[in-house]
Every structure is written in C-alpha cells, then in structure tokens.
C-alpha cells in the first residue's frame, strides 16, 4: 500500500518548439502512508513541477501519479489531498476561521459542521483565540500556520506543501518545523515537502529526494534515520550532521553539473 | 527561464493574428450588425443612421467637418499645453512646500468629483462670449488639475531608499529633486497626459453647448440635429472621435519617446 | 487617528474654499472691471459686479425668488433641479455597473471576447463620446418599442450610462485578473468551479479596483447627465438651469451661481455615495500605510 505513486513520469513544456523545457524526465517516487519525503534541488530541477504533477494542477506528459491507489485528477476531486504554499496565501477578506472553512465550503459542508472543524484546526495549531481576526493582522509565522490549518481542513492523508516556510526568519522556521512535525505525528499524515535548505528538509524527513536540472530529474535518495522522536536536541545530534553532509554532497553533484551547463551556455538562469 | 529568444516569423504572426483578430472581426461584424439593423428593421434616421450614410456623409462634408476639428482641436491644444505647463509649474511648488499640497489636495479631489465644465457658464460671461477664451480657459482648468494631482504625486511619491542614499552623499535637496523627484515623476506626467490629452477633446466640445459661436464640432452636431439632418450629425460625431484619437495616439508617442531606454 | 486625519483633510479643504473666495474678491478689487490683456491675449477676466458678483451675492440670491413676484425662492428649485438629475445619474450609474461588470465577468471568461471588446473600449475613453449626447436625446418621445414610449429623461440617464460603463467595465476586468496566481492555484487545488472561483476569490480580490473604478463612473454618470441636459435643454433638471440662468446674467448675475453650485453638490453627492460603499466594503482590508 502507497499514498503516493509517481511512475515514470516526464513534463515537457513547450513541446517541439525552440523554446522546449524538459522540466521533468522518467522519475519514479513511491511515498508510503505516514512517511515525510522533502524535495530539495537548485532551482529549476523541477520539484515545484513534480509537486503541481501530484497536485494535478498540471498533466505529466507522459507516465502516471496515482494518490490513494486513484488517478491524480479524481483525487484533486475527492480532495485526498491539501496544499500549502510560500505565500500563506490567505484571503484577506476574509477572518481566520472564514479562511480554514474555505475548503469545507467549496464541498458543500454545513455551517455548523464547518465551524466545528475551523476550531478544532485552530486548536491543532494551537491559534484558538485568534479565530476571529483578519489574517492581515497577524505576524507571517501564525499565517503560515493558518495555511496548514486550512490545508488539513478536510483531513486529507497527503499534504503538499511547496517551500513553506521560505518566507520566515530562521527562529521562527524552526518553530515551525516542530510545529509542523507535532501536527503530522497528531494526524498521521503523509507529506512531500518542497524547499532549498538543507538542515530543514534533514529535520523533517525520513528521506530527502536530491534533484537535478536540465533536464529535471531525481539524482539520489537519501534516507534520514533520526527516528520518528525528534525535537530540538535533534539538531545537535551526530546523525543529524552525517545526514546534512551526505545531502550537501549529493546536492553539490548536481550544482558541479549545474555551473558547467551555465559555463558552457554562457547564460545567467535567472 | 534562459529560452532562446528566437521565434520564427511565421509563430510571431500567427500569435500576432490571434491577439488582433478578434478585434477585427468583432468591429467588422458590428458594423455590419448596425448597416443591417437600420436596413432591416427600416429604423428611422432620427434613431440610427446607417454606417454607410454615414460615411457618405464623411466624405461630401469632409472640408466642413475638419474645418470645424480644427476650431474644437486648437481649444482643446491651447488649453493643454497651457494646462500642463502651468500644472507642472504648480507641482513643484506644492511638492517643495507640504503645507500648500495639503491644502490643494482636498480640492482637487472635490473638482474631480464635480461636472467641473459648467464653469463655462460663468466664464462666458467673465470674458467675451464671442471668443474662443472661455473654452480655452475650460481647458486649461481641466488640464491643470489632471496634471497637477499626478505630478506632484510624482515628485513626492519616491522611495525613501533612494532620498536616503541621497542624503548619505550629503545631496542638496536640489540634488535630490533633479536626481530622484524628477525622474520619478516623469512616467506619472505622461500617465496624466494620457488622461488629459482626450479630456481637452472633450471639454474643448462640450463648452460649445453653452452658446457662443457656431463654428466647433459640438455646435455644427447640435445644429444638424435641430435640421433633423443625422447622418450629417454622426459624420460629425465620427470627426470628433477622430480627433479625440488623435490627440490621445500624439500623447502616447510622446511618451514613448520620453521613455525610450527606460526599463520596462 | 482616523478621525483626525479626517477633521484635518476638512479643515484643510475649508481653508481651501475660504481661500479660493478671497482670490475671488481680491481680484474684483484689483483686476480691470472691462477684463483686459496680458502679453497680447485679453486673458484677464472682467471684474465688474455683473461679470463676477460678490459671493455674499450669490449666496444671499438664494434666499430670493427665482423671478420677480414668484413665490417660489430660488433654492427650492435648485434642490428639486439637483434631485431630478441625481436621480437621472444614478439610474445611469446602477445601468452602467450592470453592463460594466457584466462585461467584465465575460471578457475574463472568455479571452475571446476580451481580445474582440477590449481594444474598442480602450479606444473609447479616449473619443469624446459624449458627442452622441445630442443625438440620443433626440430619441426621446419618438421612439416607441412596442407600448413603451421611449421618455426624453431616460436617453440622459442612458448618456449617463455610456460615460459610467466604460471605467467600471476596465476596472472590474482588471481586479478579477488581480486574484494571485497562487491563490488561483489554490482553488484549482480544491477542484473549484468556475463559478466558485469567482465568487469567494475573484470578485473579492476584484473589490480594491473596483471601488475606484466605482467613483469614476458615478462622475461619468453625472458628466452624461447634465451634458445630456445642457445640450438639449431636458427640462426638469440642473443642466437645464444652468443654461437657463445664463441667460439671464446681465441682468441677475448671481443665479447662474446657484444652479454651478447646485451641479457641483450633485457632483460630491453622488461620489460621497460611493465613498461610503468604499467604506463599508473596505472595513476589513488591511490599511494602506501611505497617507
């Protein structure tokens, strides 16, 4: 049993033309349920891609993503999934218990059903007493929590989340982390996580998926054993430093190969 | 993305087509729903004029239709040239003294508010009715205060990383205004001449509806309703929508030229 | 702090007025009473009492019969001219909103539609088209659709309309394409529908540019309106007094001042409107910083 299948699966933009990208080429992933798989990479190895693959906000061009044993399109459908970005991406317009019930309201939830589930998410995040207020009023790391609190709305068993944590200061990204783990452990739920830093995706996962750019591809798997028992002693511990070197040094195969490209292109990415 | 910036001639066209095309065709096909519309239904002349009645009529009084353009258009250019010099004059003042800008700001935002061309009531009797000075003065008043509110919004408006890093070279506030007040009210002079380019147009027209002489486009309009003659009215009304482009394609080439070299 | 901010923009804005009047009355002690020239051009305005009255004047001939012996004081008319075409420009404006926003809602469904309508729409705030005023007014009383007798008021509302529309339209279009893409992606996420999507996102994210887009066209809505009125002379309505009292200016110089003044009261009622929309619409946004 898997929560999350990816096999053999390619994402060609701009297929034939002259501007053709090979975003994605042959990756496979098999995420069992519970586990928590980080995506890390240069920019421009197709992670944020692989993640909107899963998500089925794009269609590979060619191979399969299944989640929950169903077509990426029927589980974006049946909501098996919640998505969280760097932009907490809240409505202003709306309050905080308003923004987590977003996603209840859109599969025809009732209200007090909604409400209901707002709290206990608000609880999970242990925002209770900010329900009421405008997302616009709170500090950037209680909107990232309201984000997660809106994606696990449905309680969905995968959640993706695609650099999260990119727009916060390195304290509060910390805090975050645990929070974050906390709030898996409490619901058993699978995740793949996007993001550029190193000690975060070690931290968190119990394996870190290395990729590569031009084209994108996954160039190394690297499994994560600091137990499932971690807080902040953690990121002292040996095998926490093992992990970091061994995904710094699959991270700078790729980034060797990634300056030559540029050299020999004689262009700047970005 | 490092793409490779070629596209072939052929690509470029096509996309070109596809962004004009709909255009075109929603114009051609209007047009010719109106031609049908007034042929089919037989509708009356005082309620549509046909297209091509109306571009007859174009065509036989051309001479008297740009002879009248040329009165309404010299108001309304008058006016905005005066206008925005005079409002550019005005925003630097106000920019250098913060007091004056509070003070104006209010008002202008009440004149925008209000059918400010009604003071042609008043200004025809200020001055000669039988001139061309209280439309011109109209004009102006419109123009200035388009300009006016956007320029100063300009020169005040800069990013305090810009004045600090001024000050850090100890600039003078003179320095400051030539090197970071400037330029940075220049795309909001010509977003504001964008606005008060087809706005002289309109003003310079509608003054003639308050009397005074017969020669603009907006009094031959109201003049050939009176003879029940239409179609002549829409030739008018077509040279008065030209014109109104005119001045609006001058401004944008203005600003073009203005902003040659600027970033995107 | 907001209300202070607001006691002071009105305090300032008074100060403006009180200094406007004293131009007004300076320049009647000092200007030629036959106006005169500068630099070649005779730009200076006459300053005699016919051409510029006092302002105590103009504001004391409200309190007088609008013609002699008439029982009826002159501010009775104004207001009831006032409120004939404040009525007139909101019937223009909530016809503008509708087609505005419709518009709007089609040409960001359909990027056919958008690609066919919009270049014309630009176009047309840059022709004056207002020019059509006389010709739609000629309507009036002559066309019949069926038993409906098409009313002369109703083409100046529809003038009204023309001028409102063409903002409110652009405005609208360009907030429901403000929504973030992420937040877009969001909604593609929860498998929303169209229509979903742009109520509970777009529309909301719309609101910050449609409010402007709002103010511009209720005074477009008010521009139709009295041009409409003042070009053919509707009766009933404030243009039509302005013309009228114009007239008559030789002889009573102050009463063309009561109905401008009775335009531009339209004018900040009908924006004043909106503002309070903006108000409540915009009471849980978060605040601009900028002054």
Known sequence: ?270 | MSGVNVTSTSARNFRRARQVGPAIVFGVAFLALWEFAVRGFDLKPYFLAAPSKIGEQFIKSYSRIWEASMVSGGNALVGLVVGTFLGIAMSFILSRYRFLGELVTPLAIALNAIPIFVLVAILNNMYSITSEIPRRVMVTLVVYFIILVNVAKGLTQVRSTHVELMRSYAASEFAILRKVRVPNAVPYLFTALKVAAPASVITAFVSEYFGGLQNGLGSRITSNIANSKNAAAWAYVLGACLLGLAFYTVSIILEGIARKGEAK | MLMRRIAYRSSMFVLAIALVVALWEGYKVVGPQDGGKLFGVSILPRANNTAMPHVWTMLSRYGRPEVRGSDTKIWSVVLSGTLFSLRLSLVGFFLGTTIGVGLAVLMSRFKVVQRGLLPYLVMSQTVPLIALAPLVVSWGGKLEIGSFIWPRWLSASILGTFLAFFPIAVGTLRGLASAPAAAVELMDSYAASWRQTLFKLRFPAAVPFMVPAFKLGASGAVVGVVVAEISTGLKGGIGRLIIEYAREATGDPAKVFTAVFGAAALGITMSGLVALSDVLLMRNRPKETSA
């Open chain 1, 1 to 270: 049993m898997s929560a999350l299948e990816v096999v053999g699966t390619s994402k060609i933009f701009n297929q034939g033309s002259l501007k053709q990208v090979d975003a994605l080429v042959d990756v496979n992933l098999t995420v069992s349920p519970g586990e928590f798989v980080s995506l890390i990479g240069p920019s421009g190895c197709g992670k944020s891609t692989l993640l909107r693959l899963i998500a089925n906000l794009l269609e590979p061009t060619s191979g399969s993503v299944s989640v929950n044993k169903k077509t990426a399109a029927q589980a974006r459908l049946d909501q098996d999934y919640g998505m969280a970005f760097q932009q907490a991406g809240l409505f202003d317009w709306r309050t905080v218990s308003k923004n987590i019930e977003l996603p209840l309201e859109l599969k025809g939830w009732d209200k007090a059903k909604r409400e209901a589930r707002a709290k206990e998410m608000l609880e999970l995040v242990k925002l209770p007493e900010f329900a009421d207020l405008y997302p616009w009023q709170l500090s950037g790391g209680m909107q990232q929590r309201i984000a997660i609190a809106r994606a696990l709305a449905a309680h969905p068993p995968l959640l993706l989340m695609d650099e999260p944590f990119g727009a916060l200061d390195e304290m509060t990204r910390e805090y975050m982390q645990g929070e974050l783990l906390r709030i898996c452990g409490e619901t058993s739920t699978t995740v793949v996580f996007v993001t550029h830093s190193i000690p975060e995706a070690v931290y968190l996962s119990n394996r870190v998926v290395v990729m590569s750019p031009r084209p994108g591809r996954i160039t190394s798997v690297i499994d994560v054993n600091l137990g499932s028992k971690r807080n902040e002693d953690t990121r002292a511990a040996d095998g926490f430093f093992r992990s970091i070197t061994a995904v710094r040094e699959a991270l700078r195969g790729t980034h060797a190969d990634h300056a030559a490209a540029n050299a020999v292109r004689g262009v700047e990415d970005r």
